[in-house]
Each structure stands twice: as structure tokens, then as C-alpha cells.
């Protein structure tokens, strides 16, 4: 069962912040952050592991909530080049699915000058 | 260069044409999946592969087959097109099974079936 993202859209000016957010109804392992740009391939952004645990990466950074089954993923003072689709990626616990990378509707990211 | 290569790129094809859409990594890695992409449904994962010789089903397996003979080559073989399969659809390639492992993809083929 795909994890759910929300928003699906948002529209942001040059500085602005922004998070998305990605939950699953199934006991999480991991959760993989991509984006995509329009007509390329996703890239890989990171991955998390553990309950609580954060990451960051420039302005970009994701925390996990194991226990609500949620991460977020946090743009913030964006950039023009943040503009893409962003994909969340889960993996269930260990004995289930091993290996089945399923991925989320996609939040669509616009940001102007 | 690591690269995930993938052919063709664009593909018109007939229902019902037998295709095979080719996918081909060379980081030797062992895990390796295929997905399409359709606007408002995200990534959905079709088929994925844990090594040689093993394959397992995605999410939306249906009119797809695979075969992983080689650790380099993952092809996506449609023995029947349909117009729902009408799609995007991503190649992807990974260190192993892990749930650590970052997936690369290839540069996507664009599938049209009329």
C-alpha cells in the first residue's frame, strides 16, 4: 500500500519554507526522500532509519516518527532549483515485503522568483 | 560513469506487440526494480529483483514479466500491450535489498500503446 503525501502541491516564493509530509497505515523500517525534476529521473535526497532520528542536507532536512509512521521533509530558505517532485519512499519492518520500495503520490514543489 | 541505462527512451507501439524494454547497470549491484509512473499516482513498483535468478512482484505486476539471468540486466517484457499500459515507466538499481541502500534510476522510457 502506497504511503500517502501531503500536500499534493505547493507554491512557494524564493526564500520561503516548506514541509511535506509523508504517512504510511503499516509499521515503518525506513523512509526515502527523491526528488524529481520535470522529464528527469528522481534523485536520491536521503534516507532514514531509526524513530526520532533527523537528517539534513544543505537546507533540506527529514525527521522520522516511528511510532506515528510519519516523516516529514523540511525545504527551508528555498531556492529556485528546489522546484521538482518530491517522492517518499517506504520500507515495512524486517520480515515483511523485503525489498519492496513503495513510493508515495508525489508533491509537486513550484518555487518563483 | 554509474549509470542505470535503459532502452529505448520513447517507444510507439500496437496492442497487443510483444516488447521488451531493456535495463542494464553497471555498479554491480544487486538489487534492481522496475516502476511506472503515471500523473497523480506517483511511483508505483511493477516488479523488483533481490539478486540473479530472484524476482518478486510489485505493486502492479499484471500484463509484466521479468527475468534477471544476469546481475547487470533486469529487461521489463510485455507480451501483450495494452493502452493501460500507456506510461512512464523508471528503472532502478540499488547496492543490495537494504534498507540503507540510495536507488539509481535510469533515464525513464515513455511508453505509448495504441
Known amino acids: 500500500q502506497q504511503p500517502v503525501q501531503s500536500p499534493q502541491a505547493v507554491i512557494l516564493r524564493e526564500g520561503e519554507d516548506a514541509v511535506i509530509n509523508c504517512s504510511s497505515s503499516?509499521?515503518?523500517?525506513?523512509v526515502h526522500w527523491y526528488r524529481q525534476k520535470h522529464g528527469e529521473a528522481p534523485v536520491f535526497l536521503m534516507i532514514l532509519l531509526k524513530g526520532g532520528e533527523q537528517k539534513g542536507h544543505d537546507k533540506i532536512s527529514a525527521s522520522f516518527n516511528e511510532k506515528k509512521q510519519q516523516s516529514s521533509l523540511y525545504l527551508t530558505a528555498s531556492q529556485l532549483s528546489y522546484s521538482g517532485t518530491y517522492f517518499c519512499g517506504t520500507l515495512l519492518r524486517r520480515g515483511t515485503s523485503y525489498g519492496k520500495l513503495t513510493f508515495g503520490q508525489g508533491t509537486i514543489l513550484t518555487v518563483h522568483p | 560513469e554509474a549509470q542505470v541505462t535503459q532502452n529505448p527512451r520513447y517507444l510507439i507501439t500496437v496492442t497487443g506487440k510483444k516488447l521488451t524494454v531493456t535495463c542494464s547497470q553497471n555498479m554491480n549491484h544487486e538489487y534492481m526494480s522496475w516502476y511506472r509512473q503515471d500523473p497523480g499516482l506517483g511511483l508505483r513498483q511493477i516488479y523488483y529483483s533481490m539478486n540473479v535468478e530472484v524476482t518478486d512482484k510489485g505493486d502492479v505486476p499484471e500484463g509484466y514479466k521479468v527475468s534477471r539471468k544476469e546481475k547487470r540486466n533486469f529487461p521489463l517484457i510485455l507480451e501483450s500491450p495494452s493502452p493501460n499500459q500507456t506510461s512512464l515507466y523508471f528503472c532502478?538499481?540499488?547496492?543490495?535489498?537494504?534498507?540503507?541502500?540510495?536507488?539509481?534510476f535510469g533515464q525513464g522510457t515513455r511508453l505509448t500503446v495504441v
Open positions: 503499516k509499521a515503518l523500517y525506513s
Open positions: 532502478a538499481s540499488s547496492l543490495s535489498g537494504d534498507r540503507v541502500a540510495e536507488a539509481f
